[in-house]
């Protein structure tokens, strides 16, 4: 399965700069709104420092990591759900993504210019949100008055109904969806809505060095989208991070008090805030590394490799990747007795090596 992110937020808070980051892709920085039009993809490898390992046990020729598709869209402004600066296009390139980057401002400068003229990190993300906000209140309400007629006749979809009614009020109120807990256990209900704020948002505080070094500053600025995720970074110093040689990454990145580079923190919390996972698998031909949701059963996990894996799943033979690397090989963990042989019913975990038995 694929995960894409969306990077979001007001125009000229550093997403570009960001992106050019975490992809390396070289796309245009520039300091006036709407530098990004048209929203810039980069798909970027999922760093795994076990893939090299295992393709060494399995002498495989070649390597393939999951990915993540990072998006750049274009900044949004106030008055977006309404058609300002570039409106619906840029709430249209929203809903298409599985979770929202959403970058702040938390930096100074007489150059780079602010929308609002001043710097606000609480503001900046109350306006991104109240616009999120105001579409979401468009799809419902486009929605709920045809169901509550239909209701009236029959009574079954009136839970639905409630759950609208419910959506609604919780929109309106200005909370993420993504943060109500309730409602997101029936998330597969509204699905179909499609609503940005349901979106799992994992929030970036473009920061300067000063305020990386300020563990105060952080916990103010972290409470502010509590309970959701967030992350402080330098989106110039990670530009500046592909540049540089190993070493030099990595005396960088402590100056300023972090020990990886943002890329990894970035696909880490996606990971989490979207429930996923990876697993591996091996041969001579090539070693991978596939993305699956946290949970997923050993004939789903079967499904990401080949839908026939899914369709003819007879049994899964799983061993723990770090007992794999102990015993050298495959077939010396199968003597061993590490190797297992699973059903149906087998949940993955994330540091399974799979082989998958099948007929179709």
Known sequence: MS???GIVGLPNV???????????AGVLVANYPFATIDPNTGIVPIPDGRLEILAEVFKS???TPATVTFIDIAGLVEGASEGEGLGNQFLGNIRDVDAICHVVRAFGSSIVVHVDHDLDPQRDIETVEAELAIADLETIDKRLPRLEKQATIDKTLQPHVDLLQ????????????SRNAALMNRQAEFA???????????YVFNADETLLTSPDRKSELAAIVAPADALFLDAQIEAELTELTLEERIELLASVGQDEPGLHAVIRMAYRVLGLQTFLTGREKETRAWTVRSGATAPEAAGVVHTDFRRGFIAAEVVDYDLLVDAGSWQ?????GLVR????????????????RFNV
């Open 3 to 5: 995960l894409s992110i």
């Open 332 to 336: 010396a963990a199968r003597s061993k």
């Open 192 to 202: 179909d809505l499609h609503l940005l704020t349901a979106k799992p948002v994992i």
């Open 14 to 24: 550093g997403k570009s700069t960001l992106f050019n980051a975490l992809t390396s």
């Open 166 to 177: 419910t959506l609604r009020a919780v929109v309106a109120s200005g909370e993420m969806v």
């Open 61 to 63: 020729k070649k390597i």
């Open 341 to 356: 042989t699973e059903g149906k019913s087998y949940v993955l975990k994330p540091n399974d090596v799979v082989e998958f």
